[in-house]
């Protein structure tokens, strides 16, 4: 089985593929999109957003990183997909997924389900354009509205050469509603079509990625939203381990807080752990009364002190009564 960490804007930066890459044995990760509109970008772009690059497209513990390209003209993403492959990207991949109402109205993302003809000339255009040793792969939801829309997209990247697809089972109308998953259409795909799929979509435990697996007959498998609520998801998708105890997440809070401080989006910690939280209150009830604690505060310093007390508060209950 292979478990992929995908990729989520705003959320999943390089400073957290790190710590979950370490905590995880995931066998690839995504990067948040580079938007390509009308112009080839310049290094620093890939950088920001990837600077995995500089130390051979892959993370410290060393998995594999791929750059994700969005956006709608042909000739601009094969010129930039050029870019990040001589940037030293491992592999370009193309954002036909992202339900953002931002991106949507720019027809970039799952916009372009609407348009399978041009998702071919795109991913043909990107593919001929990067050296063959390098993959060209894509991310798709089943389509705009109807789910059906799916084998049609799916004919059009698989033709222009793409060398993997993730699905994404739901339509962009689905949105992120877990009764709007349609694990069974990948199935479909998977008899349709030959090229190499990831499923992706509703994946929160061992036991739903193991019935993705039976039902979809598809082993590679991406998480997203569910790696934020239990933070080594990876693990128990991958090897049915135990989730990770409330205690060692916030010794994780306090390690995350050091590598943002250092970090070239220190300012913005506050938002981002606050954001982390609204991932983790789902998974963990305890982390409700340590975010009543840090809301309050805008600056950085004050977050990460109340989280250093509270996990001192923590370890010393825990030594008196053992």
Not at 173 to 188: D, F, L, P, R, V
Request: aromatic letters at 8%; one cysteine or more.
């Amino acid at each position: 089985m292979r478990v992929v960490l995908g990729p989520m804007e705003g959320v999943l930066d390089h400073l957290m593929r790190q710590i979950l890459t370490e905590i995880n044995d995931y066998d690839l990760c995504v990067t948040e999109f580079v938007r390509v509109v009308d112009q080839l970008l310049p290094d620093h772009v890939f950088h920001r957003l990837c600077p995995e690059l500089l130390q051979g497209s892959q993370t410290v513990p060393g998995v594999p990183v791929h750059v994700q390209l969005l956006g709608q003209d042909p000739n601009w993403m094969a010129e930039n997909a050029i870019k990040a492959a001589e940037l030293g990207a491992r592999g370009v991949d193309l954002n036909f997924g992202c339900p953002a109402r931002l991106v949507n109205k720019s027809k970039g993302g799952a916009a372009l389900l609407q348009h399978p003809a041009l998702i071919h000339n795109i991913v043909k255009a990107c593919r001929d354009a990067v050296p063959s040793n390098i993959p060209v792969t894509a991310k798709i939801r089943l389509g705009w509205e109807n789910p059906d829309d799916c084998f049609e997209i799916v004919d059009a990247i698989q033709s222009a050469g793409a060398n993997e697809l993730t699905v994404h089972a739901r339509t962009k109308q689905g949105g992120y509603k877990a009764s709007e998953i349609k694990w069974e259409y990948i199935t479909q795909i998977r008899e349709r079509f030959s090229i190499p799929l990831i499923a992706n979509g509703e994946i929160w435990s061992y036991k739903d990625g193991q019935r993705c697996i039976e039902t979809t007959g598809v082993d590679s498998l991406m998480v997203c939203r569910g790696a934020f609520n239990i933070p080594n998801l990876g693990n128990i998708v991958k090897y049915n381990h135990q989730p990770m105890p409330w205690s060692e997440v916030v010794d994780l809070l306090i390690y995350y807080s050091q590598f943002e401080m250092k970090g070239d989006k220190g300012l913005y910690y506050p938002n981002r752990v606050k954001q982390w939280f609204s991932y983790l209150r789902q998974a963990y009830p305890e982390a409700n009364e340590l975010f009543r604690e840090i809301r309050i505060f805008n600056n950085a310093a004050p977050i990460v002190e109340h989280i250093q007390h509270y996990r001192d508060r923590l370890h010393s209950s825990v030594n008196c009564t053992a």
